[in-house]
């Protein structure tokens, strides 16, 4: 074969297609002999007609030679082309193993490097949750101190305010032994006795009368009221039942006879009334 022949007919043996040898003889003489592939590329119909051609000349040239040097150099070069041939496809196929026996995951041993990391790994999670729980502690603590504070911060301002109201309730509760005093001194005086025949007693009364009334206006300018509850329910909160006693005509539970009127403080009562009720 030519260059030209071999050049034209080389077909990718990378490909890994099974080739076949075709020898010509004539006479019981071998004339030519090509390879040819069943899976070699689809030709247009030209092409076909070329190669066929170029196959018929080649048999001619073939047939006119007259010793057989050539057929044998093209045998030779045939056999040597089948055998690199074989060789490459048997280094090129795939290598498949196989065996009766089960097919078994294969375990691979973790190294140094991937044991200390899983212990860094699981150290660092256990610190995280540690630290987790310790995060939520202290967010209790803190949310507990605010509440507390709050708390102690509303006490505060109530006492602060209930000093306002009722810093004075000592000194209320020892003025009102004098008021009782003064209403006890001027319901004392005969109301017939006043007149311009007693001028002294007169005089006295009145002066009496007015440092009631003074003093009556100055508790309620500080808030301060009398209690007097003559005809009222009972209120255990702002009366103390001293006895009872049976009145026709009269609801059960009320208020009957006042024995010593209260005060109350800005309805906070510093002093209950003593009253009588009647029978239930």
């Known amino acids: 074969l030519t260059a030209a022949d071999r050049q034209r007919y080389n077909w990718n043996l990378q490909r890994r297609l099974a080739h076949c040898c075709v020898i010509f003889v004539r006479n019981n003489r071998v004339i030519g002999a090509c390879r040819v592939s069943p899976q070699s590329p689809p030709a247009t119909k030209m092409h076909r007609s070329k190669t066929a ?22 045998m030779q070069m ?10 490459l ?9 196989f065996s009766t026996e089960k097919d078994t995951a294969r375990v691979e041993e973790p190294t140094e490097n991937e044991k200390k990391l899983t212990v860094e790994v699981e150290e ?15 967010d209790d603590k803190y ?18 305010d209930d000093a306002k109201l009722f810093g004075i309730q000592g000194f209320c509760k020892d003025l009102l032994e004098v008021a009782d005093i003064l209403g006890h001194a001027t319901e004392a005086v005969p109301k017939d006795e006043i007149s311009d025949k007693n001028p002294h007693l007169k005089n006295l009364f009145e002066g009496l ?4 009334q003074q003093l009556n206006s100055v508790f309620k300018r500080h ?54 009720v009647t029978k239930g």
Not at 233 to 258: D, G, R, S
Request: glycine residues 4%.
């Open 53 to 74: 051609l170029n196959l018929l000349q080649r048999l001619d040239r073939l047939r006119t030679a007259s010793s057989g040097s050539l057929i044998t150099r093209q």
């Open 223 to 276: 808030g301060l009221e009398t209690v007097n509850p003559m005809n009222e329910k009972f209120n255990p909160n702002l009366h103390e039942a001293l006895f009872q006693q049976e009145v026709a005509n009269v609801e059960p539970n009320t208020v009957v006879v006042v024995s010593k009127i209260g005060y109350k403080l800005h309805d906070r009562c510093i002093r209950p009334a003593l009253v009588g």
């Open 89 to 97: 496809l048997w280094h090129q196929a795939p290598v498949r193993h």
């Open 124 to 138: 660092l999670r256990k610190e995280a949750a540690e630290l987790t729980e310790k995060v939520k502690s202290l």
């Open 143 to 160: 949310k507990r101190a605010l509440a507390e504070s709050e708390n102690i911060r509303r006490r505060l301002t109530k006492q602060i």
């Open 78 to 87: 045939v056999s040597t082309a089948q055998a690199a041939h074989s060789r």
């Open 209 to 212: 009368s007015m440092t009631r």
